[in-house]
């Protein structure tokens, strides 16, 4: 039995979902009036930051983007007896009456979305939040569906699906392995 990572998604690939997002973000929203991107630490920072360089190139002006840590939020956590390192929350500017374009790498449980939900208010109330996800995966626990998705990836239980950044890993690549 091979249980070398089987390569899914290449990094023409992932360029290619991010430009899609970034057009279907436009499109949806009618430009990027009041439109901020917001990355979940620790992938979803390299996509919305890789999203704002496209979504600033199409449109021509600058999208704001900051950094969200959901750590103190998980309802998880304590669950699991680990204890999670916090990571620094940087979002710049005022969330009220802004369309939030929340980012991050990979959709499971549904847990961190909510738990990044939870954080946002506590910057403000938003417009909206939408979600845009690189790869979708299933096995939600909680009632949450990305409004953007680069790629879903049915998988079992039992496998581990990581998204491997440049920016972090040094090559572009989503992968899925079995579980330990």
């Known amino acids: 039995m091979d249980n070398r990572p089987k ?3 290449d990094s023409d690939g992932i360029e290619r979902c991010l430009t899609r997002i970034a057009y279907e973000i436009l499109e949806k929203n009618k430009g990027m009036d009041n439109l901020v991107l917001v990355g979940i630490r ?6 919305a930051l890789r999203l704002q360089k496209r979504i600033s190139t199409i449109e021509n002006g600058k999208i704001p983007m900051g950094i969200l840590d959901v750590t103190l939020y998980r309802d998880d956590i304590a669950k699991s007896g680990k204890k999670a390192p916090l990571g ?3 979002i710049p500017f005022d969330l009220t009456d802004k369309k939030v374009i929340l980012v991050d790498d990979v ?12 954080a946002l208010i506590d910057f403000g109330r938003p417009k909206m939040i939408q979600l845009a996800v690189l790869i979708d995966r299933g096995h939600r626990e909680l009632p949450i569906r990305a409004d953007y998705v680069g790629k879903n990836l ?4 039992w496998e581990a699906v990581s998204v491997n950044l440049l920016e972090k890993n040094g090559k572009d690549e989503v992968v899925i392995e079995e579980g330990t």
Do not use: C, E, N
């Open 42 to 47: 620790t992938g979803g920072i390299y996509l």
């Open 154 to 157: 049915p998988s079992s239980l």
């Open 88 to 90: 620094k929350t940087d």
């Open 7 to 9: 390569i899914v998604m």
């Open 107 to 118: 959709l499971f449980t549904g847990r961190t979305i909510r738990a990044a939900m939870d």
